[in-house]
């Protein structure tokens, strides 16, 4: 069993940064892929970053390459989203999700996190 709790949304200015971090429960933490999706009102929730389980590989969704970057750091059990030159696109909520292989697709995650509101502004 794994429990994941996010932490480090908030409002922004369009331009700025955000930096999410997701804390895991577990001591299996280190084994699983964890990724970060994103959900707004009415639309299904979208994946936006992955790496594995040793942070090796990482993968991105279109609109997050070059803006953002996932890391992990696997002796604080704890997984980051590094966002940058935000836009109000990017206004959601943002789930961390823990996954057994390297997926992109919400429903292969094991283990969901309650999320997290980012809120970009012009």
């Known amino acids: 069993q794994v429990q994941l709790v996010e932490s480090g949304g908030g409002a922004v200015q369009v331009g700025g940064s955000l930096r999410l971090s997701c804390a895991a429960s577990?001591?299996?933490?280190?084994?699983?892929?964890m990724a970060w999706f994103r959900q707004t009102p009415g639309k299904e929730r979208e994946f936006v970053a992955s790496?594995?389980?040793?942070?090796?590989?990482?993968t991105y969704a279109d609109s997050a390459k070059g803006r953002f970057t996932i890391s992990r750091d696997n002796a604080k059990n704890t997984t980051y989203l590094q966002m940058n030159s935000l836009t109000p696109e990017d206004t959601a909520v943002y789930y961390c999700?823990?996954?057994?292989?390297?997926?992109?697709?919400?429903?292969?995650?094991?283990?969901w996190g309650k999320g997290t509101l980012v809120t970009v502004s012009s």
């Open positions: 577990g001591r299996t933490f280190s084994t699983y892929a």
């Open positions: 999700a823990a996954d057994r292989g390297f997926s992109t697709q919400s429903a292969d995650m094991d283990y």
């Open positions: 790496i594995i389980w040793s942070g090796r590989t990482t």
